[in-house]
C-alpha cells in the first residue's frame, strides 16, 4: 500500500484558475512538505510543515498556499494559475523537521496549465 | 549562499563498468548529503545520506558515496552496474535553516547499457 498518496495524480487547468493539490501520508510523520520538478529548474523546496504549523516557506508567491487540516495532511492551493506553474509537485514527510531524518517522496502531481 | 551541482546531464556505460555520478556542493558549514533515485515515471526514493562520520557511506541497492571535504564532493559509486540501475539521481544538500529543506542538483540521467 502506499504510504504518501497524492491526488490528483494529472491535472489540467487553464491560466487564472485555482486548484488544489492533495496530499496524504500513513508513516506516523511529524513532518511534510512540497516540492516543485519543472524541465527548466531542478527540484525546488517550496514549504516544510511540523505538527501542522509551517516551519519554512522558501516560495516567493502568496499564490502558493499549504493548507493543512489534519496532522498528516499537507494540500496545495495554487490561486491565479499560469503557464509557468506547470510542473510535477512532490510531496515529501520525514518523522521531524530537525536534524537529517530522511525524507520520503510521494508519486507526485503533474499539473499542466493551458 | 548553498548550492549543489552534478555536472554531468547524463552519463553513459556498459553494464558491468563500475560507476561513479559527480556531485560537488557549496556550502560554509557542515553539510549533510543526500542521494536520491528517481525511476522512470516513479517518484524520488533515497538511496543513502552523509551526517558525519565514515567519508564513506554504504546505502541501498549496492551504492555508496565518498565525502571529499577537500574538493566538496560526495560522489555516488557502484561496481558493478546492473541495467536496472538506468535512472535519474539527485544530489541534494540540507539547507541551513534546520527544517529540511532540502537544495537538490539539476540530477544525473544514467543509462547502462545490457
Known amino acids: 500500500d502506499p504510504k504518501i498518496i497524492q491526488k490528483p495524480k494529472y491535472l489540467v487547468a487553464v491560466t487564472g484558475s485555482e486548484k488544489i493539490l492533495i496530499c496524504e501520508q500513513y508513516?506516523?510523520?511529524?513532518?511534510m512538505y512540497w516540492y516543485r520538478q519543472s524541465a527548466k529548474k531542478p527540484l525546488e523546496f517550496m514549504f516544510s510543515?511540523?505538527?501542522?504549523?509551517?516551519?519554512d516557506n522558501q516560495t516567493a508567491s502568496s499564490r502558493f498556499q499549504p493548507q493543512s487540516s489534519k496532522k498528516n495532511h499537507l494540500d496545495l492551493q495554487i490561486t491565479a494559475l499560469k503557464p509557468d506553474d506547470s510542473a510535477t509537485y512532490f510531496c515529501?514527510?520525514?518523522?521531524?523537521?530537525?536534524?537529517?531524518?530522511?525524507?520520503?517522496f510521494g508519486p507526485g502531481t503533474r499539473l499542466l496549465v493551458l | 549562499a548553498q548550492s549543489v551541482d552534478q555536472p554531468d546531464a547524463h552519463v553513459t556505460l556498459y553494464e558491468g563498468a563500475s560507476l561513479e555520478l559527480r556531485c560537488s556542493y557549496s556550502y560554509s558549514a557542515a553539510p549533510y548529503l543526500f542521494w536520491y533515485v528517481q525511476y522512470p515515471g516513479q517518484s524520488l526514493q533515497f538511496l543513502l545520506k552523509?551526517?558525519?562520520?565514515?567519508?564513506v557511506v554504504k546505502g541501498t541497492k549496492g551504492f555508496e558515496a565518498e565525502f571529499r571535504k577537500s574538493n566538496s564532493s560526495f560522489n555516488l559509486k557502484k561496481s558493478p552496474a546492473h541495467w536496472s540501475d538506468s535512472a535519474k539521481y539527485f544530489c541534494a544538500l540540507e539547507g541551513p535553516t534546520g527544517y529540511q529543506n532540502f537544495y537538490f542538483g539539476k540530477g544525473t540521467s544514467l543509462t547502462v547499457i545490457p
Open positions: 508513516l506516523g510523520h511529524n513532518a
Open positions: 515529501a514527510s520525514s518523522q521531524d523537521h530537525w536534524g537529517v531524518d530522511t525524507q520520503y
Open positions: 510543515y511540523s505538527y501542522q504549523k509551517l516551519m
Open positions: 552523509y551526517i558525519t562520520g565514515d567519508a
